[in-house]
């Protein structure tokens, strides 16, 4: 069974505990009043991949702080991840700002495929959508790109998170494969 860690980080009040509850079937401070999350808070779930046969992946949540007074604990958090989901709020300007810091902090000083990384534009309940397209940095462009709005279309957002586990497992298991070969050779 894979292992894999998933950092959710991003600025505060983005959503990322609500997503991150969602995801992992977990019912904890759904609903009522926002509550920052104080340092991390590790989510653990399995996910079995739709035509995987019995194949399940052990799942790593760590829902990260947005406040920068824990930023001193990040190196620590950062250790051995598999991915990174950056989740902001569309909505609020400040975030497309913020998240190019959150991308050179966990993703480039990491040296992360794209393809590990995932942007969610994570909408409030009850905002209206006026454009899907969001002026992002090119290199953030890059990216995959969800826009999660769970009042709506929570199981798409549920199936596109799915198929990123699925590629960054894909990613985790060329990886293992190359250095078991450089071993070998």
């Not at 401070?29 to 739709?50: A, D, H, K, M």
């Not at 569309?90 to 995932?118: R, Y």
């Not at 994570?122 to 790109?145: F, Q």
């Not at 009042?151 to 590629?167: G, I, M, S, T």
Request: glycine fraction near 6%; charged fraction near 25%; charge should be negative.
């Amino acid at each position: 069974m894979f292992k894999v860690k998933m950092l959710f980080i991003g600025p505060n009040e983005s959503g990322k505990t609500v997503l991150a509850n969602f995801l992992s079937d977990t019912t904890e401070n759904v609903g009522g009043e926002y509550s920052p999350t104080q340092g991390v808070r590790i989510l653990e779930f399995e996910s079995q991949p739709q035509g995987s046969g019995d194949k399940t992946y052990e799942v790593e949540l760590w829902d990260c702080s947005g406040d920068f007074k824990f930023e001193s604990c990040w190196p620590a958090l950062m250790k051995d991840s598999s991915g990174v989901v950056i989740v902001f709020n569309p909505d609020v300007p400040s975030h497309l700002k913020e998240i190019e810091t959150w991308h050179a902090m966990f993703i480039s000083s990491q040296g992360l495929q794209d393809n590990q990384c995932l942007l969610i534009a994570h909408r409030k309940p009850g905002t209206e959508v006026e454009d899907r397209r969001l002026p992002l940095a090119s290199h953030l462009s890059r990216l995959p790109l969800i826009h999660s709005n769970l009042e709506e279309e929570p199981e798409d957002v549920r199936q596109a998170f799915c198929k990123y586990l699925e590629n960054v497992v894909k990613t985790m298991s060329e990886s293992r494969e190359r250095e078991e070969m450089s071993i070998i050779t």
